[in-house]
C-alpha cells in the first residue's frame, strides 16, 4: 500500500484472519499484500482497542484450521491403510512381475527397457509412503502447535519381548 493510505475494514478484516493463522507480521504481509509496519500497526491497534475481538477471530481461525487439519489426518490415514493393503495384497504378484522382467531373453528387452518396467511397477508398491507419512506428521505436529500444544514425543515407550 501506499504511504498515507488509509486501509478498508475488508483489508484490515483479512489481516487480522491471516495473521490469526501465520502469527507473523511478515508472512501476513506478504501474504495479504502490505507492508510490515501496517500489519504491525493494525495488530497493535486491535490488540490495545479490541483485544476481546482479535482473541476471538484467533481462536477461530485455529479452530478451523483444526477442523480441516483432523479431516485431513483422517482422510491421509484411510489412503495410508489403502496403500498399506494394495501392496500387502499385490506383493507377490508384482514380485513375480519385477521377476519375469529381469527374466526375459535379452534380444527382447535391453537392460533400460527392463529398469524401465521394472521402475513403473515398483512405483505400484508402496514406495512413497514415506512422503505420505512425512506430510501427516506435518499436519499433525501444526495441529498440535495450533492448539498450543507440544509437539516433543516426551513419552516414548518400547516394549522388547524376549522368547527364549
Known amino acids: 500500500m501506499a504511504k498515507g493510505v488509509k486501509t478498508d475494514n475488508e483489508k484490515i478484516a483479512e489481516i487480522i484472519a491471516s495473521y490469526a493463522l501465520t502469527n507473523s507480521y511478515n508472512a501476513t504481509a506478504k501474504e495479504v499484500g502490505v ?10 491497534n486491535q490488540k490495545e482497542n479490541n483485544p476481546e475481538e482479535l482473541a476471538r477471530v484467533v481462536n477461530e481461525k485455529k479452530e478451523l484450521f483444526q477442523d480441516k487439519a483432523n479431516r485431513i489426518i483422517d482422510k491421509s490415514l484411510e489412503l495410508i491403510e489403502d496403500r498399506i493393503d494394495t501392496a500387502r495384497d499385490n506383493q507377490d504378484v508384482l514380485e513375480e512381475i519385477i521377476q519375469m522382467v529381469w527374466e526375459q531373453d535379452k534380444k527382447e528387452l535391453n537392460e533400460t527397457q527392463k529398469k524401465s518396467i521394472v521402475n513403473k511397477i515398483s512405483k505400484m508398491q508402496l514406495n512413497s509412503l514415506s512422503e505420505l507419512t512425512t506430510a501427516l506428521g506435518t499436519l499433525y ?8 500444544e507440544s509437539t516433543d514425543n516426551t513419552t516414548f515407550k518400547v516394549d522388547i519381548n524376549v522368547v527364549e
Open 35 to 44: 507492508s510490515n509496519n501496517t500489519v504491525k500497526r493494525i495488530i497493535l
Open 141 to 148: 505436529d501444526k495441529m498440535r502447535l495450533a492448539k498450543g
